[in-house]
C-alpha cells in the first residue's frame, strides 16, 4: 500500500460509543504519535469536548457528534478509531463512512472486513475518495527460511504477558529514544494503528498462517539496512487466541533481543469467557527463550511496564517489583521515560556490534 502518511494528513477519528485509552486504542495511539495531523474526533457520546479531557493527551482536538460538524476541522481523512475483536464495521460506523465518503475524505480503516471490497462503500467513494485497507496484505509473501539472520540491523522484538498491554508504544518510545542516540532506528509495524502511524508495513494478524512468520521476515529484511530495528509485537504466548501470531513474529523477526512488555497489576487474560492466569514475568521470559532457543538463541533483555492508572508511587513499586523477579532492568516507557530499557538494549547493541567487529576477517596490507 502507499505511503499513507506522507503528504501530511489531516484526520478525522471515528470513536464512536467507544472513545477510551484502551477501548479505542487506534485512536489514542494517533493522537500520541501524530498529535499534529488530528483534526479532531466523532463521539456523539462526547461531542463539545476536548480529546485530553477524555484521554488525558490531546488538548485542544475537538471533538463533534458527526461528520458534518466535523468538516469546520477541514479533515481530508477519515480513520476507523477502534480495533474491534473479530475486526467487523459496526452499523453506526458504517453510517460515518458513508458520510465522510460523500464529503470526499479518504478512508483509513484498519478492521478484518475489506472496506474496499463493501459495494456501497466503493460506490459512495466514486467521487474520488480512497479506501485504504491497512490489514490487506500484499500477495506475495514467503514462507520464512531464516533470512532475518543476514540483515546488517540489530533486532528487537517486543513480547506481551497479554493483547493490547503496550507491545507497540514499548516499541515506538525505544525507537525514539534510539534516534535521539544517534542510531539510524526504524519502527516495524506488524499490525493496523502501528502501519497508521509509520506508514508501511504488514499486519502480520491478516496473513495466512503459514506466510505470518514470513511476512515478518520480510519487513525486516525491508528495513535490515537500519542500525537497529524494534518489530511491533502482536498478540501473546500465553492468549489461547493470539498466540500464533506472536511465535509468527518470533521466528520471522529472529530477534537478538526481546523486550517483555506487560500491563502492571493484570492477572489473567482479557475479555475471554474462561479465566486464563497469566504466568509470573520470569517464566514468561523463560517460555519466549525456549520458544526461540531451537531456530535462533534469543535473551530477553529488559521488561517495559504499563502502569496506568496505578499512582506514581504504586507504579514505581511495580517497577521495583519487576526488577527483583526477572533481574533486568525495568520501567514505563512513557511515565518515567525509556531510560532503563533502552539503557540495556543499548548494551545488547554494543555487545552485538562489538562481536562482529571481532568476527570480520583481518587482512595484512
Not at 509473501?141 to 539472520?149: E, G, K, N
Request: glycine share 10%.
Amino acid at each position: 500500500m502507499p505511503r499513507i502518511n506522507s503528504p501530511k494528513r489531516r484526520m478525522l477519528l471515528v470513536t464512536e460509543g467507544h472513545l477510551g485509552t484502551f477501548s479505542s486504542k487506534t485512536a489514542a495511539s494517533l493522537i500520541r504519535y501524530c498529535p499534529d495531523e488530528v483534526a479532531g474526533i466523532v463521539d456523539s457520546h462526547f461531542a463539545g469536548q476536548s480529546a485530553g479531557a477524555i484521554l488525558g493527551i490531546g488538548d485542544g482536538i475537538p471533538i463533534f457528534a458527526n461528520v458534518k460538524d466535523a468538516l469546520l476541522a477541514r479533515p481530508d481523512t477519515l480513520v476507523i478509531g477502534v480495533a474491534p475483536v473479530g475486526g467487523g464495521l459496526e452499523a453506526a460506523w458504517r453510517a460515518l463512512v458513508l458520510d465522510g465518503l460523500r464529503a470526499g475524505l479518504d478512508i483509513i480503516a484498519g478492521l478484518h472486513v475489506a472496506l474496499g471490497r463493501d459495494g456501497e462503500l466503493a460506490a459512495a467513494a466514486s467521487s474520488g475518495a480512497r479506501i485504504f485497507d491497512v490489514r490487506e496484505s500484499p500477495p506475495d509473501i514467503p514462507v520464512a527460511t531464516m533470512r532475518a539472520m543476514d540483515v546488517r540491523a540489530f533486532r528487537v522484538l517486543t513480547i506481551g504477558t497479554d493483547c493490547n498491554c503496550g507491545k507497540m508504544v514499548a516499541a515506538l518510545e525505544l525507537t525514539r529514544a534510539a534516534r535521539e542516540a544517534g542510531l539510524d532506528a526504524r519502527f516495524i509495524a506488524t499490525g493496523q494503528t502501528g502501519i497508521m502511524i509509520s506508514g508501511r508495513g504488514i499486519a502480520v494478524d491478516h496473513v495466512v498462517s503459514d506466510f505470518a512468520a514470513g511476512a515478518a521476515e520480510r519487513i525486516v529484511l525491508d528495513d535490515g539496512d537500519a542500525d537497529i530495528v524494534f518489530v511491533e509485537g502482536q498478540g501473546s504466548i500465553a492468549h489461547p487466541g493470539y498466540s500464533g501470531v506472536t511465535l509468527s513474529l518470533m521466528h520471522g523477526s529472529l530477534p537478538q533481543a526481546m523486550v517483555l512488555v506487560h500491563a502492571a497489576g493484570r492477572k489473567a487474560v482479557r475479555k475471554l469467557p474462561r479465566e486464563v492466569r497469566l504466568p509470573a514475568l520470569a517464566e514468561m521470559i523463560e517460555s519466549s527463550e525456549s520458544l526461540m532457543r531451537p531456530i535462533f538463541p534469543s535473551k530477553a533483555v529488559a521488561v517495559a511496564l504499563n502502569t496506568f492508572g496505578l499512582s506514581d508511587e504504586d507504579a514505581r513499586r511495580a517497577v521495583a517489583d519487576a526488577e527483583r523477579e526477572t533481574g533486568l532492568p525495568a520501567g514505563d516507557v512513557v511515565r518515567f521515560g525509556a531510560g532503563p530499557v533502552w539503557n540495556r538494549v543499548k548494551e545488547a547493541y554494543d555487545e552485538a556490534s562489538h562481536r562482529n567487529v571481532e568476527a570480520r576477517p583481518h587482512t595484512s596490507v
